[in-house]
């Protein structure tokens, strides 16, 4: 058996630039990866089946949700019909911006492809996770990078500096398609930085230039997004409190490991129904583990 993590994505700004004719908007953002994760793990099988465990997973349906498509997707574009025994643990909460079903859909592109032998092209890859969601290329590209168009336009971002995050979620599922329906603002112009940040003040100072413009949509969907911004705002430490995609999950970012953790354990004892995690930011998604 061979696994792998699917970290949680994190949209450290997000600028709505535009719409095409077809609908679909178009973004600028500043993608980085927190250290906390599901994590898929595979075994070999003669048909292609999935089990779904985890504090999450009474809230997705197995037989529908991104891991299979892309399972199935994968298997159809190289012509056979191969077997998988795949296993998703879903520790990240569904519908809630920080792409834990695509991320799930990444991982189970770049596992399959280790399972199965398969030494596909990166474009041909990429072109397979652009069909699963607009998130999934960002994700299969695991590392923090800037992302245009509609998701389809990825490039590597400066390093970022070490620094952690506490994650929130207050526990209402946001559906994005109606954040974005639900953006009424004016498009933002493309805000890319070139500088490396030499530190975690550096890198929040220059977020503090940009912003989330899906977030007023998104609280008129969950007005509960507002009271976890604002929870977030007062821990000590805090450096730069937002929303993440279209929600409803918002981070702080922090430079210390210490003040993280006081955070989350303090809104944790403050809210217990919400989730919260204290993490680092991730430079690079983790290798693929086999087990024996």
Known sequence: MISINAPAKINLYLHITGRRLDGYHLIDSLVAFADISDKIAVSSASNLSLKVSGPFADNLRSANNLVTKAAKLLALHNGFKQGAALHLTKN??????????????????????????????????????????ADVPVCLQGKASFVGGVGNEITLAPGLPEGWLVLVNPGIPVPTPQVFERHAGAFSKSSRFDQTP??????????????????????????IIGDTIKALDGCRGALLTRLSGSGGTCFALFEHENDAKEAGNALTKRKPNWWVRAAPLLTKWPSIAEHN
């Open 92 to 133: 990240l909460p569904v519908a809630s911006g920080i792409g834990g079903g695509s991320a799930d859909a990444a991982a189970t592109l770049l596992i399959l492809c280790r399972h199965w032998d398969l030494s596909l092209p990166h474009n041909v890859l990429f072109q397979i996770a652009g069909q699963l969601g």
């Open 198 to 223: 030499n530190n975690i003040s550096e890198l929040a100072a220059l977020l503090r230039e940009r912003t989330n413009d899906l977030t007023e949509a998104a609280m008129t969907v969950a007005p």
